[in-house]
Structures are given as C-alpha cells and as structure tokens.
C-alpha cells in the first residue's frame, strides 16, 4: 500500500508526513509526530480525549483519517500555551483543581477553548452540553464546568 | 471550617503536576517509546467458557514481522498461593490463569495468546493466523445461577470455603463468610416493625479513560525494565517476579502517569506478557489495551444480589439486623465480600447484627477493585431498607439515622470498635445544610442514605532531601491519581516550616524509594503522608544535629522552627538562627548531605462516613430521572488540599450516580458482552449533572499527626440508594435492582400503573 504524502498545518507550524490510507490522525499525531498530548480513550469518538481544531472546528482525532489534514490548519493541546504563558483556560483548571488524574484534561481544554472562541458568554447549561462529548471519570465535572465559566468571565472582563 | 494553626494545610495551592497537565506534557501510559520497540497485541476467547483443546502459532509466527507469539506454555505454573494485592487479595495460580488462559477460556476476553511484531498492523494480522481449537462449554453469568447446584461448574478443584463438613462436590461458591454480633434471633423478638427485602445490582466497571498500556524491555543480562499506568509500581514489580521466576531486584518499574485507575489498576494484565515477549524477543515490547479489550477482559466491580431484613421499635431504635449477600467474583474466586459484609451496618450502632456472604464464579472477567469495593452493593440494600423502615415509621431519615448512628465506643459486627468517627457530625451536616433545610422544589423529591468505609494504612517508605540551596525534594513511592503531590507537599512545608514552593514532590520507580503498598484504599495523603512527615521528621532531626555542631552545643539545645535553627533558650548561647539554605551551604563542612528518611506500616487508618442528599424529578413517561440538587457530607479528617477533598466526593458521587441510574454489563445469550464501549456503556457525561455541592466534616483521626482520614472511597457508597429512595418517594415505586435506567423504570412505573399504561 503506498503512503500518502500530506501537507497541513500543526500548531501554525507547516508540517509535512507520510500515512497510510487508513491511519487516522490520532495515530499520526501520537506516533509519528510525538504530539501525545492528545490521548486516545476509546478510539470510537465517544470520549474526546483525543479533540483537536481543524481549521478551528473541533473534532475526535481518532474518527478523522490523517489524509484528511492535507491543506488544514490542525491546532492540538500542544499548541494551547503561547511561548512561556499558559492559556487562561490551562491556568484556571491548575487553579481550580479542575483536573485530577489529568488524562482528559488535554481534551477538556481543547473543547473549552473551541466553545468560548465561538461563544464568549455561554451560560452553564451551554457549557454542559457543549462539553458533553468529554467524559471525566474523576472529577464529576462540577470544577470543570465552573473553571470554563470563570474563564469566559474573566475574558469578556479583558475584552471590555 | 477549618480553625487549625496550620500555615500550608487546609490552603489551595496550584499541584505541583499542573503545568504538565494542562500542556500535554504528562507521559501516560501510552505515551511511552523506544528504539526498535515491537507491539503486542493479545487474542482473546471469543466464548463465554470453553476448554482449549490445542493452539497452533505456527502460520502466526511465520508471519513477516512476526517476532514472537507467547501462550500460557511460556509462563511457569504456579502454587495457590494468597497474596495481598490493594483490597483484595489475588491467587497466584488464578492470577497466572487470567493474564493467559490455560486448560479453559472462563469469560469471553480471556487472553489465550500474544503476539510481538514489528508494526500493530501485523501484530493483528498475526493474531487472525493463530488457531485455537476450543470444545465449547455451557456458561454462567448471573450470580444467583451460578450458585444453583445444576450450574456449570467453572473449576472442578473450587470447594466452598467456611462450610462444614467440607463439601465433597465442586461449586461456583467459592467462600462462605458470616459475621455475627449479639442474637438476631432473639432482637427481632424485640421488634415492633420488621421490614424485609431483596435488592440486586449489575457488574459496573471502573470506567477510568485511560486504558491499560506497558512499555517492557529484558535485557540479555537478566535485568528488565517496565514503564507502566498502574496503581501500584512495587505489585507490578512483585506480580512480574512471581509470574515469571525473575529476582525482584532485577525489575525495576517505572510509573508513568496514570489516567485514573479507582482500583482496577491494582492489578496486571499485560506486564508480565509484554515482559516475556521481550525475554523471547530480545526487544522492547509495548502493549495499549483497546477501549473494548478494557471493557472484555479488565476488572469491572461484582454485581450481585444483596437481602436485608431490619428489626425496629415504633421509636425508631433499630433492635435486629441482618443481611445476606452474594458477590460475582468473575471467573476466579476472590470478590470482595469480606468489605461487602463488614461495611453492611458499619454506619449503625446495633446489638443484634448477622451477615452472610457468598464469593462466587461465574463466566464473567475476574473482579478488581472499585472505590470502597463491595460497600456500595451492600449499602444499596441496606440504605434502602432503612428508607423503607423511616417511611413507614414517619420519621425524618436523618433522624432515623441519627437515632442509630454509631459513635466513639460503638462496636461493629465485625470485630473492631470505633475510636472518634464523625457520623453524628456529618449527619447533623447534611441536616443543617442549605440544601436539606430548603424546600423541595415542586415536580422534585428528595432522597437520602449514608455510607461508610474503612480507609486503608499499610506499607509506606519516604525520603527527603536538603538540595545544596537548601530547597527540599520529597520522595515517595504511590502513583498520584487525584492531587496526592500536593497534599504531600502541604505536609511536608507544614511539617518543615518552609514554603510550599521550596518542596517538589518526586514519585519514584521501584528501585529508588523503598516498597510502597497500592496507590488505593484511600491511602496515600494518610499513610504516605505519615511517611513523608516522618521523613522530614529525620530530616529536622540532622538539620538540627548540623546547627549544634556549627554552634558547638548539644543537638537538644537546638529547635527547629519556622524552617529555622534556633538554640532552645538564651542559656545555650546567643546564635542567629540558621536557615535550611545557610545549613545546606554549610553541609560540606558539618557531616555531607542532608536526607531523611521513614518507613512504616501505617495503623490507626480512621474510617470515614457520608450522607448524601438529592433532589431529582422522575419523567413518568420515558423513565428519565433529572438530577436538579445533590449534596455530599462526609467526615475527611483534616482537609489537606480541600480542592482535592471536595474533588474526590464529586467524583465518587458521579460515578455513584452512574452505577444507581445507566451503568451495566449487558450479557447476551452467549454469554458475549454486548456493550464494550463508551456509547453503550453509558457512563455520566457534564449534561446529565448539577454542581455537586460538597460539606467537609473535619473531625480529625487521632492516629495522624494532622488529623488525616482516607476521603476518596467513602463518596461512591451512598449515591445508589441516595437516588433510588429519591425515586421511591417521587414515584411511589420501590425499585430493587439497578441501574435505574428509563427503559426500566419506566416499565416498573407502567407496571405498578397498569391502567394509565394501557391508554
């Protein structure tokens, strides 16, 4: 089976690699990339562990084949905090202890951050359901959910 | 709440592994890679129960890229022997039998071969070669089936246990226990209200998200190096010794992080297969369970069946109490009915207590722990009852509770009697709270039970180290799985006298601290953190051994104090105090580096109590319960890290909730799971919930220098009666097995309305 060449955009980073047609993009990220921030679950899109932006539209990395990022621009955990400074969402889940085995802490962040990208002022119901494609096992979301929402808060108070 | 002098305990900071965290930088299990590695992969028997005639690897290992296959050939046999493992105990000629099927395949999942290969591609191709050739037998899944005495027999060897004589016939039942406190005989006599029922549960798994992943490589000389997601680094180590015939010193196990476990990662799965692998292979061998090989063949918690019968007076004063119950082990012996049975009426302060309980096979993956394992099934029946028994008494369930709790000097049915406990304190808490004292909201009801558990001490080793600019780094050996660096950390700077900041919390593999039991049994702030304090402890002792000797005085005219060295009283001399930083520049010259150190098997473990309060409405029509309130007290000893106290009863109250209303094992005929993923098996997701309000009851444990009681398995017990008496009293329909799920709630409500069912 010949390897599909791909070109796409990481992180706002060009990258460039070689797949086979069924690999999905999870199995590229993690094992060709070593971009293991995103972690896989489930494998099935029920866990969102794995969610990353493609061209800012969130998505299970492990239901999108790799070949689909040619010409994409893929934003992944790993390009959340800019240089030295954690993103605010990153910052408020340390603070609030909105993590505790962390493993699907990658995800949450991902999804929290596609939601207020496109919705400053969600309510908590907004939040809920939006986040509803993420399990936690650990924390039964309620840090969660508040850290998303004073997030949202304190961004709408910068932005006035 | 808290009104202690403490300078760091009770405070917030951010965990010392946050950055890691929230960046992607944390290594799980999976994430872990060496040169040349080769991927295992597992075949697993597609029957419920069946002997394994024969397996021919041959077509496999011809394969091209195929280095090795392994099957239960290539690992030794070994003697029935009981070892601890968490809070269960394992059987090492079971434990070999499940990480590689032997004479039969007892669960569907069962592994029966492995294969290493160059790429996962071929791995799984190879394993398509591989024939098995099985004589397929008749299976049994549901506990009270299987102990019927025309069910399939799993283990010709298995007697029951605690029965006399000793039974001649082979049994599913594996163990018969009681335990018995005064005369139920002669209590229920004293009754004036007797209420008796029989309640059941399904099989729920752990659910943690992170599947099971190992990075094993043997080297030529003998020596073997693991990396592995586990709850216990130091049983990987001992399980891999054992299995294999391998020194234990020539293992050495590295934790990765580990992406939640709630006790089934006290156990092994692939370790030792990806070990032999590599021995046969000569390479490193990396294995990641699928989500659906988690779900097949990975320990979910027993269902069962659990029956109570509760003696009372009109006043509310329980007399008599007794309860029988029977736990799935999966296919080896070793549920957890010991917990099951001793927690059952460990809430209540009753002179006539008897338990019966049953550890029985059945064709379903072998057991492990899960949060308080056990309690939860036998406080769903017992919880109940009582809701039943206030119900009909008309009293308030609180203080029916209250009129019964146990307090300081109780003695439990099974054998200990309580020093300070604090459930009058949390029942009173949950009474007084916000919640309990508002109205219910119209359309809602409300519901309340209690829970109990022991919490866990055990082995625990420590260290701690003066760095040359006398910051201190703290060594212990306990995977962190919810925060546990940094309630270390609290202690330590509490204990020290120095800033949080200054103390970095290290978690060591197997051969650079000393053995340390499971992360598990609510152990690790309380007994490792006994350890890390008595590390310090050692610590302070030769940091103050170094100021005397700066001084020239004795070491008992030196205090240690506020992370300084002062001499004890202006008799000794007038010093300036010296800091750790000013000590530690000075180590060179006053006796080399400066360590502590502490090892101990923790005792004195106080046992924690809940009392969860919901309101929730029940949809009549489809069965869906909404949960609109809840509210979780519980007595946690001094809250360390109180964001990490809280987070431990938000997280076992949901994954109560799920066990109470969607989450089950679904069998088919066959004896074949039927749903093995996150859709079918439906755990809690952020829609379905409210914030979980949370009340820390701080009545501290005598035997912890701060106060420490174990929190984070007490939280699971109540919510499934919690719930289900909610739903009781909202719907007038009693239901006895769970889940609660709308298709069977709702069928229980058209039952008990036939008539509105009909229009």
């Known amino acids: 089976m010949a390897k599909l060449h791909i070109s796409t955009t990481i992180n706002g980073e060009p990258i460039e690699f070689l797949c086979d047609p069924p690999q999905t993009m999870l199995e590229v990220l993690r094992d060709q990339l070593g971009l293991t921030g995103s972690k896989e679950g489930c494998g099935s899109g029920d866990c969102g562990a794995c969610s990353i932006t493609v061209d800012g539209r969130l998505v299970c990395s492990c239901l999108m084949l790799a070949a689909e990022a040619e010409g994409h621009r893929l934003e992944t955990i790993e390009g959340m905090a800019r240089g030295d400074q954690l993103h605010p969402l990153q910052k408020k889940f340390v603070e609030l202890a909105a993590l505790q085995c962390g493993i699907c802490t990658p995800g949450f962040l991902v999804a929290s951050k596609a939601l207020l990208d496109r919705n400053p002022n969600p309510t908590e119901t907004e939040v809920r359901y939006w986040l509803a494609g993420n399990l936690c096992r650990c924390t039964g979301y309620d840090k969660i959910i508040r850290a998303v929402m004073e997030v949202a808060a304190d961004m709408r108070e910068t932005a006035r | ?759």
């Open chain 2, 1 to 759: 709440m808290s009104s202690q002098p403490y300078k760091w305990i009770g405070t917030r900071p951010n965990r010392p592994d946050g950055a890691d965290k929230v960046t992607g930088r944390a290594r799980f299990g999976a994430d872990f890679n060496m040169p040349g590695q080769l991927i295992g992969k597992v075949l697993r028997s597609p029957h419920a129960h069946a002997v394994i005639r024969s397996i021919d690897t041959s077509a496999a290992e011809a394969l091209p890229g195929v280095k090795a296959v392994v099957t239960a050939k290539d690992f030794p046999e070994q003697p029935n022997v009981i070892v601890p493992t968490g809070e269960m105990q394992v059987n090492l000629r079971d434990v070999t039998r499940n990480i590689m099927a032997r004479e039969k395949a007892l669960y569907e999942g069962h592994a029966v071969a492995a294969v290493a290969a160059t790429t996962e591609a071929i791995a799984r191709e190879a394993l398509s070669l591989i024939r098995v050739e099985y004589e397929v037998l008749p299976h049994v899944i549901d506990v009270e089936e299987a102990m019927r005495d025309d069910a399939p027999v799993l283990h010709d060897h298995l007697r029951t246990e605690g029965v006399k004589p000793e039974p001649q016939k082979a049994s599913n039942i594996a163990k018969r226990m009681e335990n018995i406190k005064g005369d139920v005989a002669a209590g229920f006599k004293q009754a004036e209200i007797v209420i008796e029922r029989s309640f059941t549960t399904q099989p729920v798994h752990q659910g943690y998200i992170e599947p099971h992943a190992t990075l094993a490589s043997a080297a030529e000389d003998g020596q073997v190096q693991i990396w592995s997601t586990t709850q216990g680094h130091f049983q990987v180590r001992g399980f891999c010794s054992r299995l294999l015939n391998i020194e234990t010193s020539q293992i050495r196990v590295t934790p990765s992080e580990i992406g939640g476990g709630f006790g089934g990662k006290t156990v092994v799965y692939l370790e030792p297969v990806a070990v032999r692998l590599s021995q046969k292979t000569g390479k490193p061998v990396k294995m990641v369970m699928s989500r659906e090989e988690v779900f097949r063949a990975s320990g979910p918690a027993p269902g069962g069946s659990v029956k109570v019968k509760i003696g009372a007076r009109r006043d509310g004063r329980i007399v008599a109490a007794e309860c029988t119950i029977a736990l799935q082990a999966g296919a080896f012996p070793g549920s957890p009915i010991g917990p099951a049975c001793w927690t059952s009426f460990a809430c209540y302060d009753i002179d006539n207590i008897q338990v019966i309980g049953y550890d029985v096979v059945s064709n379903r993956p072998k057991v492990a722990a899960y949060r308080a394992p056990g309690a939860p099934i036998s406080a769903w029946g017992v919880e109940s009852a009582l809701d039943i028994l206030a119900q009909e008494l008309g009293m308030d369930p609180i203080d029916l509770r209250l009129k019964n709790a146990a307090k300081k000097g109780t003695k439990t049915s099974y054998g200990p009697t309580f020093d300070t406990i604090g459930f009058v304190e949390t029942l009173e808490a949950a009474k007084n709270s916000a919640h309990y004292k508002s109205p219910v909201k119209p359309g809602y009801t409300r519901g309340v039970a209690a829970g109990f558990w022991f919490n866990v001490g055990a082995d625990s080793s420590a260290a701690a180290h003066v760095a040359e600019d006398g910051t201190v780094t703290v060594i212990s050996g306990n995977p962190d799985i919810g925060g546990s660096r940094a309630s270390l950390a609290l202690m330590a700077a509490e204990e020290l006298g120095v800033d949080y900041e200054k103390v970095r919390p290290v978690i060591a593999d197997t051969s650079s601290i000393g053995f340390n039991f499971v992360t598990g049994g609510s152990r690790v702030t309380f007994a490792t953190g006994l350890a890390v304090v008595n590390a310090v402890k050692d610590m302070i002792r030769e940091l103050k051994g170094r100021a005397a000797k700066t001084w020239g005085v004795d070491p008992e005219a030196v205090v240690w104090e506020n992370g300084m060295a002062r001499p004890a009283g202006s008799n000794v001399g007038e010093f300036d105090p010296l800091s750790l930083a000013q000590l530690a520049a000075s180590a060179g010259k006053t006796g080399g580096p400066i360590n502590g150190h502490a090892q101990l098997n923790v005792q004195g473990a106080g046992p924690g109590f809940g009392v969860h309060v919901v309101d929730l409405a029940v949809d009549r029509d489809t069965g869906i319960v909404t949960i609109d309130r809840y509210t979780a007290a519980q007595d946690v000893g001094t809250a360390i890290h109180p964001s990490y106290v809280e987070g431990q009863l938000q997280g076992g109250v949901v994954q109560g909730i799920g066990w109470a209303l969607n989450e089950e094992y679904i069998y088919n005929s066959k004896g074949k799971l039927d749903n093995p993923g996150f859709l079918d098996y439906r755990m809690p997701v952020a829609s379905d919930l409210p914030m979980i309000e949370t009340i820390l009851v701080e009545v501290a444990n005598p035997s912890h220098p701060y106060g420490v009681r174990g929190v984070g398995e007490v939280p699971i017990v109540p919510p499934l009666a919690t719930v289900g008496n909610a739903i009781a009293r909202a719907t007038g329909v009693r239901m006895t097995d769970l889940p609660m799920s709308p298709p069977k709630l709702s069928a229980a409500l058209d039952a008990a309305t036939p008539r509105m069912a009909a229009e």
